[in-house]
């Protein structure tokens, strides 16, 4: 039986995203188990509100996480319009800042991954400071399957396992799993899905205890290097994206991903 997870008792479970606080912890949740978290504008809003609340009155660590079998699948696709739809718009209004904004968080922040972390969900989860991952959580890029270039930052974090992997990953869509993205560097740490809610506790509890103020000065020291790469990075994948969505076959991997068909690609 797939790995589930569950919003903490007490929260407002219809909401598709759900942020809950206090002084020294912010838990925000993916809320859309039904669709495996597959972010949707609206849901890009909530999440920005409530990191808003977060930028105005930082805790000391904030958590990312997703309810049900998946943290997040990636864009929910049955939004698109693949026909006339301006993808780097979508990309440099929409999602490129809150990647960016998540990166820079003056907060210190702990991805708790668990299930698919694809597309956009990989790079929310890859853009926390921290990620903690399930054994069987599953992290890579789907997009040869759909005709689309790989977005939200997704060269940039596969760019540092080294351009041979980087490019099978991306050309061939093969997925790792919690103990390979772990052994190749792509996440912090790797918890068996029996304990990750344990694991995850006891891992940001010992973050939370510590001298954020210091780690907080070692995240800006770091994204000195990182921010200025993965800036550039996300603005080369809209722009590639841009282009991209005008081919027949990214109108035709589209469509098909929706009507759940295998797409036949022409190259063209």
Not at 57 to 71: E, I, M, Q, T, Y
Not at 139 to 166: C, E, K, M
Request: charge should be negative.
């Amino acid at each position: 039986m797939a790995f589930e997870r569950s919003l903490p008792d007490g929260l407002a479970k219809q909401d598709p995203v759900v942020f809950t606080r206090g002084d020294e912890f912010a838990e925000l949740w993916l809320n859309r188990p039904e669709k495996l978290n597959a972010t949707t504008e609206t849901m890009v809003r909530m999440i920005n509100d409530a990191l808003a609340d977060v930028e105005e009155r930082p805790p000391r660590v904030l958590v990312l996480a997703g309810a049900g079998r998946a943290f997040c699948a990636g864009r929910d696709l049955s939004e698109a319009n693949p026909e006339d739809e301006d993808a780097e718009a979508i990309l440099t209004d929409v999602y490129n800042p809150l990647i960016l904004r998540l990166a820079t968080l003056e907060t210190i922040t702990v991805g708790a991954i668990h299930g698919a972390a694809l597309g956009t969900g990989l790079g929310l989860a890859l853009s926390c400071d921290l990620v903690i991952a399930s054994a069987t959580s599953r992290w890579g890029s789907p997009f040869a399957r759909i005709g689309a270039v790989l977005d939200s930052g997704g060269h940039y974090f596969f760019q540092r396992l080294g351009a041979a992997r980087a490019f099978d990953l991306i050309l061939l869509g093969d997925l790792l799993d919690g103990r390979a993205a772990f052994d190749c560097g792509l996440v912090s740490r790797v918890v068996d899905d029996a304990d990750f809610d344990e694991g995850v506790a006891h891992y940001v509890r010992q973050v939370a205890n510590g001298p954020t103020q210091a780690f907080l000065a070692s995240k800006r020291i770091l994204n000195e290097e990182r921010l200025p790469a993965l800036t550039k990075i996300l603005s080369l994948e809209a722009k590639a994206q841009g282009v991209c969505a005008k081919t027949g076959d990214y109108r035709l991997g589209i469509r098909a991903f929706v009507e759940h068909q295998n797409p036949l690609f022409t190259g063209r």
